[in-house]
């Protein structure tokens, strides 16, 4: 199995911009498509964005669409997460996973989990 850290959270104000990353280890990262989900208080866990085994193929939530952009380096094993425009609303745990199958959005399909990154946009 693939163990993975997500790193880069913090506060921020809106209109702001973080990039998080997600550092994969264990099982060849390339064999997976990997996805980041967020998690509010209250909310149940929403898909943001998610990128193929090649990094070819990336696509998002509607909500971060046009904002947010996924990238992958399977040579460093990391996927990354840049957030431009952060909004208030885009406060949440931000979560890594990793899935065998490609383009999905459902949290179900996902096997395997990193622990989260706390991103707090400011008004």
């Known amino acids: 199995q693939v163990q993975l850290v997500e790193s880069g959270g913090g506060l921020v104000q809106a209109g702001g911009s973080l990039r998080l990353s997600c550092a994969a280890s264990g099982r060849p990262f390339s064999m997976y498509n990997i996805g980041w989900f967020r998690q509010a208080p209250g909310k149940e866990r929403e898909f943001v964005s998610g990128i193929s085994q090649t990094g070819h193929l990336p696509y998002y939530g509607d909500s971060v669409q046009g904002r947010f952009t996924i990238s992958r380096d399977n040579y460093k094993n990391s996927v990354y997460l840049q957030m431009n425009s952060l909004k208030p609303e885009d406060t949440a745990v931000y979560y890594c996973?990793?899935?065998?199958?490609?383009?999905?959005?459902?949290?179900?399909?996902?096997?395997?989990w990193g622990r989260g990154t706390q991103v707090t946009v400011s008004s």
């Open positions: 996973a990793a899935s065998y199958w490609e383009g999905e959005m459902e949290v179900s399909k996902y096997d395997f």
